[in-house]
């Protein structure tokens, strides 16, 4: 039996040579160029089970995409799951929840919960999706106030290896529900989810722009600076291609008593070149982010740092503040003790290089990670071993193992 008459889905099955196939087998990066053995879009939950029981069937590795923004590798050969038409929000405002389906975009949620009053832990960008976002443990502009957004999920519906259809909560499959709060989608397929919403219509936000020449004094006041500042600010320093030192912020509060919090930040910085902090509603507020192409934790910002930092050439660098909220959560996701993140667009620097490897974790967090072989750096040994246990429990054949997954734990069986 072919792989279209195994499937026999409600959605449409394009294999090489199908009108729509070259427009469906793609994901947003560029650099790659995957030829699946099939791409199924999904029309449902149903759909999804038909495909994990095909990739089974004939042995085909299986990858999942929505919006194609967590897409790394190359899937050749593979069965590839596309869930962006399984695209539904739904908000309770009394319960203060949205249930979402896997091809949801962080606008749609946004949009739909802002009427309330309400707003969902969304990244930086609204057209990211929300599964694929908050299973890689989602760090957003109000993570430092109500954690990373793995933290809020309530319950999800997951298709399992053996294609059944599951729910994981807190009191069912609980060991399912806490993988799945920021250890990846490497524990089955979630077709429906659902999370908290919070109180936050209007923020302060936006960005001060300076020159760079006070760059170098700027991070160094930051350092002390970050440790007296409420929960309810987040923010990050950065400095850009063009010459110049950007301090974003966001408040969620009295936007004068942000601009106070804010103003001995700004002072050092010298004089402002451009200004875009404004009151918005929570879904207005475009905050943007960096590209990954290095990431690193780091304690503290030590003078060797900051200089490698402020002279570093042809580099887009981004310091961001962590702590309140992610790190009083103990879930699955990321290091927490580190209060502080540092990203490069680029391959930093030999001098850049040096300074990281003696002041850096060696860290890496599941949304901003590119290579698959650095995965166990996402996460503390103790969880890496738990959600290895928990791969084993649920996926020990590895279907899910596409991209940055956990591998399964070896078992008396398969030792």
Not at 281 to 299: H, S
């Amino acid at each position: 039996m072919t792989i279209r008459q195994t499937l026999r889905t409600d959605g449409p099955v394009l294999l090489p040579g199908d009108q729509g196939y070259d427009d469906h087998r793609k994901p947003l990066n560029p650099a790659l160029d995957p030829r699946p053995a099939a791409v199924v879009r999904a029309a449902g939950t149903a759909d999804v089970r038909r495909a994990v029981l095909a990739a089974r069937r004939h042995a085909l590795p299986f990858a999942v995409q929505a919006t194609g923004h967590g897409t790394h590798v190359a899937h050749d050969d593979a069965l590839l799951l596309r869930t962006g038409a399984m695209a539904s929000v739904l908000v309770d405002p009394d319960r203060r929840v949205a249930r979402v389906g896997p091809g949801a975009r962080w606008g749609d949620v946004l949009a739909a919960a802002a009427p309330f009053g309400l707003a969902a832990l969304s990244g930086s960008s609204p057209d990211v999706g929300v599964v694929g976002y908050t299973l890689g443990g989602g760090l957003g502009w109000l993570a430092r106030s109500y954690g990373l957004a793995a933290e809020s999920v309530l319950r999800a519906q997951v298709v399992t290896a053996g294609g059944e259809l599951t729910t994981a909560s807190a009191d069912r499959n609980p060991d399912l529900f806490w993988a799945l709060r920021g250890g990846g989608g490497s524990f089955g397929v979630v077709t429906a989810l659902e999370f908290r919403l919070y109180p936050v219509a209007r923020v302060y936000a936006g960005a001060v722009t300076f020159g760079r020449e006070r760059a170098a004094e700027t991070m160094a006041f930051y350092r002390q600076w970050i440790e007296r500042v409420p929960d309810a600010l987040s923010t990050a320093l950065l400095l850009t291609r063009d010459g110049s030192l950007a301090i974003k912020a966001l408040y969620a509060g009295d936007p004068e008593r942000g601009r106070a919090l804010l103003a001995p930040l700004w002072k050092v910085a010298g004089p402002v070149a451009a200004d875009t902090m404004r009151v918005v509603d929570y879904a207005q507020a475009a905050m943007g982010g960096t590209f990954a192409r290095t990431f690193d934790q780091v304690r503290t910002l030590d003078d060797d740092l900051v200089a490698a930092l402020v002279a570093e050439p042809d580099a887009t660098v981004e310091i961001r503040h962590w702590g309140g909220r992610i790190a009083r959560d103990d879930g699955a996701a990321a290091h927490r003790d580190a209060p502080l993140s540092i990203i490069l667009d680029t391959i930093p620097s030999p001098r850049t290089t040096q300074a990281l490897s003696r002041c850096g974790r060696g860290s890496s967090f599941l949304n901003f990670l590119y290579d698959p072989s650095r995965t166990a750096s996402a996460f503390t040994a103790r969880n890496w071993a738990a959600l290895r246990r928990i791969k084993a429990t649920y996926d020990q054949e590895n279907i899910f193992g596409a991209g940055l997954a956990v591998p399964p734990a070896a078992t008396s069986a398969s030792a």
